[in-house]
């Protein structure tokens, strides 16, 4: 979904970029290769590029250690049971999860969660339904679960008008 369509259902504008960010070089280098990931996403499809993010998060996300060491230490934490293995294939699966997420990013626009039968499954689509028939507030409260972008499109797309809080990336690009 653009920004203008986005804006068009808002009340207020959509925040400026960043001005408390200078633009440096590695801004730009970082906006340069996501603009070409994404496209390169484009030429090869939907299924492809998930498939294609997932596998290689899934190989390089657990070599980045202090980020997977944290993981699995929290893992321990709350799963003393589980052995060493376990632990390594759930953190695995978030990495590949966090990679096919990505790269569902470049396809947002494309996501039309009114599909029966679609690439997502609405649990409690009814209650959705009954909300934007109602006309009445609501507060959706999520997290970084699958892909969490998936909340604010498929309300927009059910006619719940919605605003959405969030922290604006590092880079203003």
Partial sequence: MSDAALEDDLDTPLPERRANRPITLTGRMEYAAARGLFAFFHLIGIDAA??????????VGPLLGSVSKRADDNLRAVYPEWTSAERRRIIAKVWENLGRTTAEFAFLDKFDTREANG???????????????SGRPAIFVSGH???????????????VKTAVVYRAANNPL
Wanted: charged share 20%.
């Fill in 119 to 133: 690439r997502v499954e609405i649990v409690g689509a009814e209650k959705i339904k009954s909300l934007a028939d």
């Fill in 145 to 159: 679960f699958a892909n969490w972008e998936l909340m604010a499109i498929t309300l927009h797309q059910a006619g």
């Fill in 50 to 59: 998930s498939a294609l993010a997932g596998g290689f998060t899934r190989f």
